[in-house]
């Protein structure tokens, strides 16, 4: 079946400019989560999504970023008034939280967000 | 604090050898422990999932083994080839919370 798909795979934007970024988790993942890689450093939590549960917003760097999940299925990362570092790849993870799951996450390819 | 470190950051090697790549954790209260691949412009792919109870998993020329009571990981890579060159990333999941605390990666060069 299909992965996670993530959209625009690129995207460059001034400063001062938001941006939205798409995910499309697994069809039947309950789960949803958002992360950060800046050049050269680990992955970052951002946000995660849990079925129809208040998210976990305790990764959010700032209240210019936000996402939310309609239907349980696409989510939306936006960034208001982009700064530059927050340049770095958005990437966007998925897992069924069933018993014999495991809750392995499975990803996307990611955004490449560049603000000039 | 749950810290997730590997090394060594980067490694080259001959087409051909058998490797390991390290990484240790600090808190062994972990549910279960993963290694992916990156590749260049790429996602992440899950190698091999590790749970708390399990004490290694293998996949092919992938094994990996979990000592959690000294907090530490293996990937061992039998036959490396050159389609192995991939930045290699372990990550934990916690007891307590759900979301993977990330080693820094072995960037893997091997060389044909």
């Known amino acids: 079946g299909a992965g996670v798909s993530q959209s625009p795979s690129n995207k460059v934007t001034e400063k001062g400019k938001d941006v939205e970024l798409r995910c499309d988790p697994i069809s039947g993942h309950t789960a949803l989560y958002w992360y950060r890689q800046s050049l050269g450093q680990g992955l970052e939590f951002l946000i995660y999504?849990?079925?129809?549960?208040?998210?976990?917003k305790s990764g959010l760097p700032s209240d210019r970023f936000s996402a939310e999940r309609t239907g349980g299925s696409v989510s939306t990362l936006t960034i208001q008034r982009t700064q530059q570092e927050d340049s770095a790849v958005y990437l966007c993870?998925?897992?069924?939280?069933?018993?014999?799951?495991?809750?392995?996450?499975?990803f996307g390819p990611g955004t490449r967000l560049t603000v000039l | 604090k749950q810290e997730v470190t590997q090394i060594p950051a980067a490694l080259s090697v001959p087409e051909g050898e058998n490797l390991v790549l390290n990484c240790s954790f600090t808190?062994?209260?972990?549910?279960?422990l993963q290694w992916f691949r990156q590749d260049p412009g790429k996602g992440l792919t899950s190698l091999l999932l590790i749970q708390s109870s399990q004490r290694e998993q293998t996949s092919g020329r992938l094994n990996a083994s979990l000592d959690k009571s000294s907090g530490r990981s293996t990937l061992y890579i039998a036959a490396s080839q050159p389609g192995d060159s991939a930045t290699y990333l372990c990550a934990v999941k916690l007891d307590s919370n759900y979301q993977l605390i990330w080693g820094a990666g072995t960037k893997l060069i091997i060389k044909p």
């Open positions: 993870a998925s897992s069924s939280q069933g018993a014999s799951s495991y809750n392995e996450q499975f």
């Open positions: 808190d062994s209260a972990i549910y279960n």
């Open positions: 999504f849990q079925g129809n549960s208040a998210p976990d």
